[in-house]
Nanobody
Framework: QVQLVESGGGLVQAGGSLRLSCAAS????????VAWFRQAPGKEREFVTG?????????YYVDSVKDRFTISRDNAKNTVDLQMNNLKPEDTAVYYC?????????????????WGPGTQVTVSS
């Protein structure tokens, strides 16, 4: 099974950018659909974006991050990155990388079997 670890979180001012990375080990990463979720204090963990397996030619975004966030994968490096631009204070959360062995990118938290420990993103106003 795959192990996932996130990196790249930190503190940034509103309007700034961060790039998160999800590094995988233990299995052929290209077989996995990968998604980013986030959880703000006192809120449920929510789907942010997902990318299809293999070539990653299909991507999906929640409306609140469209045109600001970009997900991409590099199967040679076993990584999935999340480029976050024009960050807003409401983007503050712990960001989690998640994987599932299936062909569909789904938005439900319970659909993903593999999770990283998370990385904190804080956007100051």
């Amino acid at each position: 099974q795959v192990q996932l670890v996130e990196s790249g979180g930190g503190l940034v001012q509103a309007g700034g950018s961060l790039r998160l990375s999800c590094a995988a080990s233990g299995d052929t990463f290209s077989r996995y659909v990968v998604a980013w979720f986030r959880q703000a204090p006192g809120k449920e963990r929510e789907f942010v974006t997902g990318i299809s397996r293999w070539s990653g030619d299909s991507t999906y975004y929640v409306d609140s991050v469209k045109d600001r966030f970009t997900i991409s994968r590099d199967n040679a490096k076993n990584t999935v990155d999340l480029q976050m631009n024009n960050l807003k204070p409401e983007d503050t959360a712990v960001y989690y990388c998640a994987g599932r062995l299936s062909s569909a990118v789904l938005i439900g938290r319970s659909e993903y079997q593999y999770w990283g420990p998370g990385t904190q993103v804080t956007v100051s106003s």
